[in-house]
Every structure is written in structure tokens, then in C-alpha cells.
């Protein structure tokens, strides 16, 4: 393709020769400059426009930045108070559990309560010292958590024992069954008191006051409570273990028929009901069903 160019004011003529990637280069650099100066003819007001969106665009997202800062640090304030007091519930633990195992007279090392390193400080130096991320805080929420679970379980263990402990020192039969009194009759062959004759007595008789207190000679429950042939008013009390006692001939009976009673507690008062000839009470101790010689528990010392 050709090009012819003329000058008028020098009647010059000239021609060019154009290929047609020559020329569709000329027209694509024809277009963009025309583009640009169209934009550089734009608005200035469109231009101040799209300045002022931007920033407020901008201005706006530096507001959420800072609220999410805010919000962050007063997230992470409130993890750092509970930090502080999970510690101060450890510290509470670890005091009780070292005065429990003391009284208890346990094996110290079986049950260590001291184990944690030494803390302390102002509240305020604990904040600034740790406040460095997040996930830090969470890491030590979280080891916090896991000695606080491990202490109470320490002390769900220490607090079986411990029941089981006052379990067996208040079931374990021992003492006499009055606090006042004495012993009247043993156990074994004996003279029957009504027909002269050699008999089986199966138990102690102790002979008191009427209106003396009658106690239980350990804890445990009350399995019987009222009239039977020959014992009169009659307590009997399980213990466990296969152990029960009885305590017959009473005036009044303190307790009923599935009471838990406790060691030395008043169960019933003397008197002279069933097969008896004046105020006392008849102790029997059973085991496995058997009356057994009550004399050894009479005489042995308490437990605990």
C-alpha cells in the first residue's frame, strides 16, 4: 500500500510505500496516543474524587485494623487473668494437699504436692512479661490446666483414702457398749439366772443404771431395731466385713431400722425388757452369722 503526502506550501510531493504490518502498527500507536490524551484532559474534580474514596477506603481499614488490635489485647488481658487465677487455685491445692498428707501421716512422696516451680510477682510485671502472642498464653492456659487436672486427681486419690481410712477406724468394734457401768456376766458356760441350770450365755451382760446411754461400738447400720424373744428392745448393727453387734434388754430405742450410726453414738437406754433380771445390756458380736467372744473388741484399742 502507498502513502502520498503533499505539501502545499512547497508543492512538494511525496509518496510512501507501506506494508500492511507497517501500517496496522501505525494505527495501534495512532490509537494509544489519542487514549492518552483523552486521560489527560480528564475531570481534575473526577480525579480529586477517586483520590478522596481512596483514602477514605484506607482511613477505614486502619480503624478496623486497630479495633482488631484492641480487641486482641483486651482477649489476651483476660486469658492472662485467668491464667492468674488458675495459678492462684494450684497454689490453694498444693497448700491443702501438703496440710492433708501432714495430718494423714501418708507417705510425702507418694503424694507431692509441691512439685511446681516457685510464683509470684505484681500482677501488673506478670501481664508486660507475658504479653507477647496469643498462642503463648494458650500454650501455658493449657499447661496450667493440665497440672491443675493432674493436683485433683491427687487429691480425689488423697480424699479416698483418707474416707476409706475413717471408714475402717469408725467401723472397728471397739470399747465397752456404756460409759458408765460394769461388766456383770461373760461370755461361755454360765448358771441360768431363772432355771439353775448350766446354760450358753452368748455375750456380755454390763449392768448399769436404768436410763444409762447404750452406745454402738462402731459405726455401721442399723439392721434391727425393736422387740425380739428374749433380748427384749434389741439393736443390731452391721458393721461389714461379716461383723454385727447386738444390744439387748434396752427401756427405749434411739434409732431405727436403717439409720447409719457412728462410733460411741447413743443407740438406745438401759433398761430391763425380754429375759432380764435388772438393768444392763446384752452385747453380743457376731461374725458370719456366729456369736464369737466379744471380750477381745471390749478390751482393744480404737483405730485413727
Not at 502498527?25 to 475531570?43: E, K, M, Y
Not at 439366772?193 to 452406745?215: C, I, N, R
Amino acid at each position: 500500500m502507498s502513502l502520498t503526502l503533499l505539501v502545499r506550501s512547497k508543492k512538494v510531493r511525496l509518496r510512501y510505500n507501506l506494508s500492511k504490518r507497517q501500517l496496522a502498527a501505525a494505527l495501534v500507536v495512532t490509537l494509544g496516543l489519542t487514549l492518552i490524551a483523552g486521560r489527560s484532559t480528564q475531570d481534575p474534580a473526577e480525579a480529586q474524587a477517586r483520590v478522596a474514596y481512596t483514602q477514605t477506603g484506607l482511613i477505614k481499614q486502619k480503624e478496623e485494623v486497630e479495633q482488631l488490635k484492641e480487641t486482641t489485647q483486651q482477649q489476651l488481658t483476660g486469658m492472662l487473668m485467668k491464667l492468674g487465677e488458675i495459678q492462684g487455685q494450684l497454689h490453694r491445692l498444693n497448700a491443702l494437699g501438703d496440710r492433708l498428707v501432714k495430718e494423714s501421716g501418708l507417705n510425702s512422696e507418694e503424694f507431692n504436692f509441691s512439685e511446681l516451680p516457685a510464683l509470684g510477682g505484681p500482677a501488673q510485671e506478670l501481664v508486660e512479661a507475658q504479653v507477647q502472642s496469643a498462642g503463648e498464653v494458650m500454650l501455658q492456659i493449657d499447661q496450667m490446666l493440665a497440672q491443675l487436672d493432674s493436683k485433683t486427681k491427687q487429691l480425689q486419690a488423697l480424699e479416698s483414702i483418707l474416707l476409706n481410712h475413717h471408714i475402717e477406724a469408725q467401723s472397728y468394734l471397739a470399747g465397752r457398749p456404756v460409759n458408765s457401768g460394769w461388766l456383770s456376766s461373760y461370755y461361755g458356760v454360765r448358771k441360768d439366772p431363772f432355771s439353775g441350770m448350766p446354760a450358753m450365755h452368748k455375750g456380755l451382760d454390763f449392768a448399769g443404771q436404768e436410763g444409762d446411754a447404750v452406745v454402738s461400738t462402731g459405726a455401721g447400720l442399723v439392721t434391727w431395731a425393736g422387740e425380739r424373744y428374749g433380748y427384749g428392745n434389741l439393736v443390731e448393727i452391721e458393721h461389714g466385713n461379716g461383723l454385727v453387734t447386738r444390744y439387748g434388754h434396752n427401756k427405749n430405742l434411739e434409732v431405727k431400722v436403717g439409720d447409719v450410726v457412728t462410733k460411741g453414738q447413743t443407740i438406745a437406754i438401759m433398761g430391763s425388757t425380754g429375759r432380764s433380771t435388772g438393768a444392763h445390756v446384752h452385747y453380743e458380736v457376731m461374725q458370719h452369722g456366729r456369736q464369737i467372744d466379744p471380750l477381745p473388741f471390749v478390751y482393744r484399742k480404737s483405730q485413727g
